[in-house]
Structures are given as structure tokens and as C-alpha cells.
């Protein structure tokens, strides 16, 4: 059975951190890029940030880049997400996902909710 649990999110201050993490289960977590996704109240699920299955290679979209870095522990099985200077925008339920090799995301987490004040 597979498995992708979130967990880190919470409630900060605008310009604050947090670090996400998603551990998984069930797969050969080595594989599998991975990627963070959101949806804000109202919006549609947007990507936030991936990364390869070797670790090599990240990408992040516009809005994060600078502030927020993915990377990952293929011994752990977890992927991160390290989110910097956050912003109220920033606020939305983070997911993450895993795509076997580079095909299309077949797995999610349940969620973990990041909530910025102003």
C-alpha cells in the first residue's frame, strides 16, 4: 500500500519558515520524482516545486523561487520543502506527489496546511 504522509505545516508570521516534510511508504521512493503542489481557498491546485528521482535536478515555479527549496533523503524516503520568507499568498493546503520516473503524478499525499499571517 502506498503511502505519502505531509507534515511540518502550521501557522506563521509573514516572513517566517517552515520546513514540510512527506515521507512515503509503499514505494521505490528512489524511482520517483517527486513534487509539492498547493491549493488556496478557492484556487486550483497549482505546482510549487519538483524534483528528479536521482536529486539532480529541482524546479520551482516563479512565485517561490529564492524562497523555497525541495530536496530529498532517498534513505529516509522523504521529500522537503523548505519554505523561506513566507508570504500571506503563501497560504494554501500543501501536497505532495510522486511520479515514477518522469511520468505524470500517480500518488498524492492528504495534505498539511500552511496558514501566513500578515
Known amino acids: 500500500q502506498v503511502q505519502l504522509v505531509e507534515s511540518g505545516g502550521g501557522l506563521v508570521q509573514a516572513g517566517g519558515s517552515l520546513r514540510l516534510s512527506c515521507a512515503t511508504s509503499?514505494?521505490?521512493?528512489?524511482?520517483?520524482?517527486m513534487g509539492w503542489f498547493r491549493q488556496a481557498p478557492g484556487k486550483e491546485r497549482e505546482f510549487v516545486a519538483r524534483i528528479s528521482w536521482t536529486g539532480g535536478m529541482t524546479y520551482s515555479t516563479d512565485s517561490v523561487k529564492g524562497r523555497f527549496t525541495i530536496s530529498r533523503d532517498n534513505a529516509k524516503r522523504t521529500v522537503y520543502l523548505q519554505m523561506n520568507s513566507l508570504k500571506p499568498e503563501d497560504t494554501a493546503i500543501y501536497y505532495c506527489a510522486a511520479a515514477y520516473r518522469a511520468r505524470t503524478y500517480e500518488y498524492w499525499g492528504q495534505g498539511t496546511q500552511v496558514t501566513v499571517s500578515s
Open positions: 509503499g514505494v521505490t521512493f528512489s524511482n520517483y520524482a
